[in-house]
């Protein structure tokens, strides 16, 4: 019988920047998101991107990594987390929207508007050593497209990264979580070594990695608190078995009161 694989670490981050007008929670302030990285490191966590953890992890290495992934490739992050993670010795895996380059992220109704990186930015980033992942062309629920539309959103995708920087990204993440049995062999299939979920149930396994969400409310204790959480529950990952229907999960979900404070 094979020994059971326990998913690592993942923290789940989007953009870096003011978080004042912020209705969908995805926005980290570059003053917290400073003291999360320094929280880490004085609990003996590097951050580094999820291709690196799944290696550490397989090697049996991981035991003080964290994954840090950054998702719809915001711009802010070249210019308030990069200098961050850099200056702390983390790395991270950045998922970005190569169908909407330099654009802003019109999926979100409610605003505020945020400029995406664009093919200079991406480079800047993958130069400085940061890993890119691919979210889709355009950020659409990839359970909802027909196939024709689903095969660009994952191989065209995986296409024009490489053809960005001369690399085929070995990541994938799916835009809102969403994620079916239809939807996870096809991202496998297109080449894929792994792709990031949020809590992706009976599908979770090497092509739906959970991950924790990581936030402005994010304190030092909460981080604490989601650590044990995570070492608590040790999610499996496991050969999905077929499903009825769509597994969708918000990319920030209501999370339980944790303790408050900073450290």
């Excluded at 330099?102 to 993958?126: Q, S």
Aim: charged letters at 25%.
């Amino acid at each position: 019988m094979t020994a059971a694989r326990h998913a690592p670490w993942t923290l789940m981050y989007h953009s870096v920047g003011d978080c004042r007008d912020d209705p969908y929670r995805i926005t980290v302030s570059p003053r917290r998101l400073a003291r999360q990285l320094r929280w880490l490191a004085r609990h003996g966590l590097r951050g580094v991107g999820v291709g690196d953890l799944l290696a550490a992890h397989a090697a049996g290495t991981a035991g003080r990594l964290v994954g840090l992934t950054f998702d719809d490739g915001y711009d802010d992050f070249r210019t308030h987390a990069l200098p961050l993670l850099l200056a702390g010795g983390h790395t991270a895996t950045v998922f970005v929207l190569p169908g909407r380059l330099g654009d802003e992220n019109v999926w979100d109704p409610r605003g505020p508007r945020k400029r995406l990186l664009d093919a200079a930015g991406i480079r800047e980033i993958a130069a400085a050593g940061m890993e890119i992942g691919s979210h889709g062309l355009l950020h659409r629920d990839l359970t909802r497209l027909h196939e024709v539309s689903l095969t660009a959103e994952v191989r065209g995708s995986r296409r024009r990264i490489e053809d960005l920087t001369g690399t085929a990204p070995a990541g994938f993440c799916y835009p809102y979580g969403a994620l079916d049995a239809r939807v996870l062999p096809a991202v496998k299939a297109a080449g894929y070594a792994y792709a990031c979920a949020v809590a992706p149930g009976p599908l979770a396994g090497t092509h739906a990695l959970p991950r924790d969400y990581a936030g402005q409310a994010d304190t030092g204790p909460r981080l604490a608190a989601k650590r044990w959480r995570h070492r608590l529950r040790r999610p499996v990952l496991h050969d999905p078995p077929p499903a009825d229907g769509p597994q969708r999960h918000p990319e920030s979900p209501t999370l339980p009161a944790l303790p408050g404070g900073d450290t």
